[in-house]
Nanobody, 125 residues
Framework: QVQLVESGGASVQAGGSLRLSCVVS????????MGWFRQAPGQEREGVAA???????VIPESVNGRFNIFKDTAKNTLYLQMNSLKPEDTAMYYC???????????????????RGQGTQVTVSS
């Protein structure tokens, strides 16, 4: 059974940094695409980063330059490094993984993707 478990969420002040982690277990083959999306109360899901099996990254303009995604294959762990955090980054952050292509924001947000339970990030001004 595939499981994704996120950690690292916290309450921070604007301008601060956080690194989220996602440990993946139970997969029999490598996922083609993994990533992170977030969702704030009353708002739609928003993809914030994705990385494919060849380490090609996709980071939307809204967080480009502040967020980065990387993975440690040996540890089956996906990371999201978030710098220069803003109050509008406040949301529940979810890790997602899928065998589907292409590796894009819409792919990791799709309901068919495996996802974790989320970790809360709160940024205060």
């Amino acid at each position: 059974q595939v499981q994704l478990v996120e950690s690292g969420g916290a309450s921070v002040q604007a301008g601060g940094s956080l690194r989220l982690s996602c440990v993946v277990s139970g997969a029999t083959t490598s996922f083609y695409c993994m990533g992170w999306f977030r969702q704030a109360p009353g708002q739609e899901r928003e993809g914030v980063a994705a990385i494919n099996i060849n380490d090609r990254k996709v980071i939307p303009e809204s967080v480009n330059g502040r967020f980065n995604i990387f993975k440690d294959t040996a540890k089956n762990t996906l990371y999201l490094q978030m710098n220069s955090l803003k109050p509008e980054d406040t949301a529940m952050y979810y890790c997602a993984a899928t065998y589907n292509r292409p590796c894009a924001m819409r792919t990791i947000q799709d309901l068919t993707a495996y996802r974790g339970q989320g970790t809360q990030v709160t940024v205060s001004s």
